[in-house]
């Protein structure tokens, strides 16, 4: 049977970043044609013989590598298989080698669903690849359904190395951190990380089950839980990442967490960056704080700030880009402490926290973010929100921007200005903003904002969404 017909009668679609769906529509059959669609495409850019695949801890992970394992076996190819590991370390060792990568996991949507990402040699496939790989001519056969490889440990220590090489071995030197472990990809590799960068770590809340941390919408649960950790264990920071462990949070020393775009851009002056590209749906302090020689906006996802990458390479020497959800992710090779670090452009938790503790050496974290533009932002998302309503309340507030912000409890403000990038971005009369986006990834409607206040952000959103979910 075509690949093509498998995946286009799977129900499974590409997103923001790699393809999702319901973890019952990923059968072995269409993991397998994914796979080979995808190999299908990487041939007739570059030449390789292995691919190199790693999984979260998603119960459903595994036996989903096993079928996409057996699509490149199929094809007639090896595999290295690294085991549980962060994305943004199978990125690191795949390009390496120069060899593509197929990573399981589904970030941080619920456990009933999962997902793939695929990676070329030189990086994330792009827009266009996506669109090759649903139209792939491949033809899938009988599958060998056999049990895992054992997987190595290369890409793990690979990982680690890329940032011990670069920063100094005191630089968590007297520092408690706390590692929220809860089921990251990468909880067995920090602990050991931070431990030889000298810090005491404190393991926190490792769990068996999955949890589906979201750094763009941490819950009331796990900010408390982080502020109790802090005054238990008087922790100088606390650190955690998502699912797939290419988005951080990290806490300052009073519990808080950081906003993962503020997170990411005190990373970037710390790495003296000289042009930044980011989503529209980051904080308009990133151009306010005059640190960066220019700012590039864009669509929400990681393949368009890598698109962006492009543009801007001709005309600035050290580039990088990151999402509002904290990960962060290097356009060049650049030098950092008097070593060449390379690039990596695909999301990433550890570079932008390591570089954040490395600026608030003498000092906390809080006071860092204290010296930037007093602009805060919020988000939250309705989960299970129909996408075709999520289009339509779109399409309504781009025809009738004044009617839909009077349905929001927002009607004394005018649209001062209307930006459809992503979504609908509404900024206000009074310099507020409001951002309306339908998630990639799941059936959720995000909601943005942007005010002088935190309160006054995280109201926007409260208001907003409650006021969408009842209409």
């Given amino acids: 049977m075509s690949v093509a017909n498998i995946i286009k009668n799977s129900g499974i679609a590409f997103g923001t970043s790699g393809a999702r769906g319901l973890v019952v529509d990923f059968t072995p059959e269409v993991c397998a044609a994914f796979t080979l669609a995808f190999i299908e495409i990487m041939r007739e850019h570059f030449r390789f013989s292995r691919i190199a695949i790693a999984v979260d801890n998603r119960p459903s992970s595994p036996e989903m590598a096993q079928a996409c394992i057996a699509g490149v076996r199929a094809a007639g190819l090896e595999v290295d298989f690294y085991g549980v590991l962060p994305t943004p370390a199978l990125a690191v060792t795949s390009m390496a080698d120069g060899v593509p990568a197929i990573m399981v996991t589904g970030s941080h949507i619920p456990f009933d669903r999962n997902g793939l990402k695929f990676y070329r040699p030189d990086g994330e496939i792009t827009k266009i690849d996506e669109l090759a790989i ?276 927002l009607g004394e403000f005018d649209a001062a200005s209307v930006d459809s990038t992503d979504g609908l971005r509404m900024t206000l009369s009074n310099g507020e903003v409001v951002h309306l986006r339908p998630s990639g990834n799941a059936p959720e409607l995000r909601c943005y904002a942007e005010a002088s206040s935190s309160v006054r952000a995280m109201q926007l959103v409260i208001q907003s969404l409650g006021a969408l979910n009842q209409a």
């Fill in 134 to 409: 649903l139209s792939a001519q491949s033809e899938l056969a009988a599958l060998d359904l056999s049990g895992l490889p054992k997987a190595s440990a290369r890409a793990a220590d690979a990982y680690m190395a890329r940032y011990l090489d670069i920063f100094p071995t005191d630089l968590l030197a007297g520092k408690r951190i706390g590692i929220y472990e809860h089921s990251s990809s990468g909880r067995d590799l920090y602990g050991d990380l931070f431990t030889q960068f000298g810090a005491e770590v404190i393991s926190l809340g490792r769990s068996d089950s999955f949890v589906p941390i979201d750094t763009e919408a941490v819950g009331l649960a796990d900010i408390e839980q982080a502020q109790d950790w802090q005054r238990e264990f008087e922790l100088d920071a606390l650190f955690s990442t998502d699912g797939d462990g290419d988005r951080p949070l990290l806490s300052d020393e009073t519990g808080t967490y950081l906003r993962g775009d503020i997170l990411c851009l005190l990373a970037a002056q710390y790495l003296k960056i000289d042009a930044l590209a980011v989503p529209v749906s980051c904080n308009s302090a990133i151009e306010a704080c005059g640190a960066f020689k220019y700012v590039a906006r864009t669509q929400i996802g990681s393949p368009y700030v890598i698109a962006e990458f492009i543009l801007l390479q001709s005309q600035f020497g050290r580039i990088a880009g990151f999402e509002a959800n904290g990960g962060f992710l290097l356009g060049s090779d650049i030098e950092v402490n008097s070593a060449v670090l390379s690039a990596l452009p695909t999301r990433d938790a550890v570079l932008p926290v390591l570089a954040v503790l490395a600026m608030a050496e003498k000092g906390g974290i809080s006071d860092l973010v204290e010296q930037l533009p007093e602009i805060y932002t919020a988000s939250d998302r309705i989960q299970n929100f129909p996408r075709e309503k999520s289009l339509a309340i779109i399409e309504r507030g781009l025809a009738e921007p004044k009617s839909l912000l009077a349905s929001l409890g």
